[in-house]
């Protein structure tokens, strides 16, 4: 993932948790490390795609 800090954590079941540093309620879970960081970008993708959809550049001024 590009300059984003995220954390990994394994499961007792063996899955894997994965989420944002700065936006905890972006995760993703995965049954591997890699599979998690994979399912945690496209999630990222979609949660900032909709942060920007409802927040505008005149919101934040």
Do not use: K, R, W
């Not at 993932?1 to 990994?8: L, P, T, W």
């Not at 499961?11 to 905890?24: I, K, T």
């Amino acid at each position: 993932m590009n300059e984003v800090n995220y954390v990994i954590e394994s499961l007792p079941n063996g899955e894997f948790y994965a989420y944002l540093l700065d936006y905890s309620q972006c995760c993703a879970y995965g049954e591997t490390e890699n599979e998690a960081i994979e399912n945690l970008q496209e999630i990222s993708h979609d949660f900032f795609n909709e942060i920007s959809s409802v927040f505008s550049i005149e919101d934040m001024a």
